[in-house]
């Protein structure tokens, strides 16, 4: 059984930072690639940052430039840094995992269905104050 648990989300004011991770477990890492995705009241979930099978990182413009996606195999974690926080990044922030992901990039999941993800995480909500 897959599984997937993010941590790290909370309140933060206007240009405050926050880092996100997702623990895997269940399989083998290397198996499938990950990727951040978020869903705030009322929209679609939507692809925020991805980390293909050769390392390069894919930001929406959303956040390009303010985000960053990174991974320790060692310890099967994915993590979101996200500075220069904007009210209009509070959601619900889902980690995700699908062997699609190891060779397209976070623009072509702009707006996943959550049968288009093998596994998703259980959520964390991230919550930016003005």
């Known amino acids: 059984q897959v599984q997937l648990v993010e941590s790290g989300g909370g309140s933060v004011q206007s240009g405050g930072s926050l880092t996100l991770s997702c623990a895997a477990s269940?399989?083998?890492?290397?198996?499938?690639?990950m990727a951040w995705f978020r869903q705030a009241p009322g929209k679609e979930r939507e692809g925020v940052a991805a980390?293909?099978?050769?390392?390069?990182?894919t930001y929406a413009d959303s956040v390009k430039g303010r985000f960053t996606i990174s991974q320790d195999n060692a310890k099967n974690t994915t993590y979101l840094q996200m500075d220069s926080l904007k009210p209009e990044d509070t959601a619900m922030y889902y980690c995700?995992?699908?062997?699609?992901?190891?060779?397209?990039?976070?623009?072509?999941?702009?707006?996943?269905?959550?049968?288009?993800?093998?596994?998703w995480g259980q959520g964390t909500q991230v919550t930016v104050s003005s």
């Open positions: 995700g995992a699908d062997h699609a992901l190891c060779f397209l990039s976070i623009e072509q999941f702009h707006t996943p269905g959550t049968g288009a993800i093998s596994y």
């Open positions: 269940g399989y083998m890492y290397a198996s499938y690639c």
């Open positions: 980390l293909n099978d050769d390392g390069i990182a």
